[in-house]
Structures are given as structure tokens and as C-alpha cells.
């Protein structure tokens, strides 16, 4: 079982940054994929950002590309995602997911096994 704890979230006013961190229980090759999904009130939650650890690829929608970057770092099991030019509409409880296993379907988080209990995200105009 893999746990993941994520942290960093908070409040900040359009155009600003936040950095969040999602820490894995276990080494991060066991891990084939990590996103970052996010869900706001009354909304279906939607794919943000992968990365897949052994290529480094990473994986963006038109609506936060440009302006997120996902990264990782294997000593620490840490998977992040920079957020800057924040828009009201980013809005939302931002959760990490892992997968163990190759999907081409990053996007969609029925292709991510672990999840964590979410940071919620509030950008003010």
C-alpha cells in the first residue's frame, strides 16, 4: 500500500504561486506514473499534470499548460507542482495520485491506483 501526503497548499491572489509537494511512503520507482488531479465545487474532478519517473515526461492540459510544471525528485519520494499566473478558476481541492503501472491514459484517473486526502487551493481576483 502506498500513501501519499500532500502539502502546500492555501490562499493567494490571482497571478500568484504556490508550490505543492506530495511525499510517497515508498520509493518512487515503484511508481510508473504520478498526477495531479483537481476538483472544485459542484465540478467532476480533472487531470492537471503527470509524470512518468523513468522518462521524465511529462503530461499538461491546454488550461494549465505554460503555466504548471510538475516535477520530481526521487531521493526524497516527492512529486511537485509549481503553480504560477494562479486564475480564480484554479480554484479547487488539488489531490496527487500514483500508478504502478504503464497507462496511456494519464489523464483519466481510473488509471491511478493511490491517492492522497487532497490540499485545497483558493485563488482570489
Known amino acids: 500500500q502506498v500513501q501519499l501526503v500532500e502539502s502546500g497548499g492555501g490562499l493567494v491572489q490571482a497571478g500568484g504561486s504556490l508550490r505543492l509537494s506530495c511525499a510517497a511512503s515508498?520509493?518512487?520507482?515503484?511508481?510508473?506514473?504520478s498526477g495531479w488531479f483537481r476538483q472544485a465545487p459542484g465540478k467532476e474532478r480533472e487531470f492537471v499534470a503527470a509524470i512518468r519517473w523513468r522518462s521524465g515526461n511529462t503530461y499538461y492540459p491546454d488550461s494549465v499548460k505554460g503555466r504548471f510544471t510538475i516535477s520530481g525528485d526521487n531521493a526524497k519520494n516527492t512529486v511537485y507542482l509549481q503553480m504560477n499566473s494562479l486564475k480564480p478558476e484554479d480554484t479547487a481541492v488539488y489531490y496527487c495520485a500514483a500508478a504502478r503501472y504503464y497507462s496511456s491514459s494519464y489523464y483519466s484517473d481510473a488509471s491511478y491506483d493511490y491517492w492522497g486526502q487532497g490540499t485545497q487551493v483558493t485563488v482570489s481576483s
Open positions: 515508498t520509493r518512487t520507482f515503484s511508481i510508473n506514473t
